[in-house]
């Protein structure tokens, strides 16, 4: 069975644009959240998505948004980039039921400029 | 809200060699989960060994093995017999188990980290 899988790998953008970063989850899973690691804040998670529905949100400001489809696959939206948004986002899917066993992708390294 | 602390920023350990990373955490909450996560160079986080607060035996997994604390909000991590491919960050991580719509879900919460060095 296929892993979790994030595109792009890397990306680079320039500050106020946007990006957005896709995740798709093991098949079957259902469940699909997102963290961002960085050095100085180390990880922390953005949100969760189940069913299409955001179930669960980290502390980080309206600029960071997402989504989830049909197919379990889940976006996440990041508008006006500012240089504090370069990081690592992380992806992690789970079983309906089973939150204690995420699995994660390699992540998206976001340079912003 | 809860915190998780890892206060060793970087460990080292000679192959073959045991050894222990430190975590303590910080909720009131009685029933959720603890992790160990390994995330080598390559960037890919990966669950070395899960701990349910209710359960007193310290979970297992091949060389690693857990010290859980309940009282003390403790929660160690024993590398035995350390491998080469054991170098990697390791993350101590949080979750409480929340319930809606008849189903289960929750958030990781991290410590900062501690990177592991395995020497030949």
């Known amino acids: 069975k296929a892993g979790v899988t994030q595109t792009p790998r890397y990306l680079i953008k320039t500050r106020g644009q946007q990006v957005t970063l896709s995740c798709s989850p093991i098949s079957g899973h259902r469940s699909v959240s997102w963290y961002q690691q960085t050095p100085g804040q180390g990880l922390q998670f953005l949100f969760e998505?189940?069913?299409?529905?955001?179930?669960n949100k980290g502390n980080f400001p309206g600029r960071f948004s997402g989504r989830q489809f049909s197919n379990s696959r889940s976006e996440m939206n990041v508008s006006t980039l500012e240089l504090g948004d370069s990081a690592l986002y992380l992806c992690?899917?789970?079983?309906?039921?089973?939150?204690?066993?995420?699995?994660f992708g390699p992540g998206t390294r976001l340079l912003v400029l | 809200a809860q915190t998780v602390t890892q206060s060793q920023p970087e460990m080292s350990v000679q192959e073959a060699e045991t050894v222990t990373l430190s975590c303590t955490y910080d909720t009131s909450e009685n029933n959720y989960y603890l992790f160990w996560y390994k995330q080598p160079p390559s960037r890919q986080m990966i669950l070395v060994i899960r701990q349910e607060a209710y359960k007193q035996q310290n979970a297992t997994e091949n060389r690693f093995s857990v010290n859980f604390q309940k009282a003390a909000k403790s929660f160690s991590l024993k590398i035995s017999d350390s491998q080469l491919g054991d170098t990697a960050m390791y993350f101590c991580a949080f979750m409480k188990h929340l319930y809606a719509g008849g189903t289960s879900y929750g958030k990781l919460t991290f410590g900062q980290g501690t990177i592991l060095t395995v020497h030949p």
């Open positions: 998505y189940f069913s299409e529905t955001q179930r």
């Open positions: 992690a899917s789970s079983l309906e039921g089973r939150v204690e066993t995420q699995y």
